[in-house]
Nanobody, 120 residues
């Protein structure tokens, strides 16, 4: 099994910053892509940013220039630095990973979610 454990959410004022972290553990052969999605009340879950192994990061237009995604050298953790936060960034943020398991099987995994609330 593979687990994704998130941390770093919380309450911040508009214009503030937060850093989210996500660590993967379990029977992992390789993590192809790691990233972050978010879901605000009454809205669909949307991609915030992701970063493939050895590739370039992708960002939603709404966060470009404010958020930065990065992976650690071991490629089993992903971070999201969020600056200039706005009330519209309020959502539950979910870590996401596309993982290659033994025998080449690929599966998607999700973290449990961490709440980010930005007050105006």
């Amino acid at each position: 099994q593979v687990q994704l454990v998130e941390s770093g959410g919380g309450l911040v004022q508009s214009g503030g910053s937060l850093r989210l972290s996500c660590a993967a553990s379990g029977s992992i052969f390789r993590i192809n892509t790691m990233g972050w999605y978010r879901q605000a009340p009454g809205k669909q879950r949307e991609l915030v940013a992701n970063i493939p192994d050895g590739g370039s990061a992708n960002y939603a237009d709404s966060v470009k220039g404010r958020f930065t995604i990065a992976r650690d050298n071991a490629k089993t953790s992903v971070y999201l630095q969020m600056n200039s936060l706005q009330p519209e960034d309020t959502a539950v943020y979910y870590c996401h990973a596309l993982v290659t398991l033994a025998l080449g099987v690929k599966r998607y995994y999700w973290g449990q979610g961490t709440q980010v609330t930005v007050s105006s």
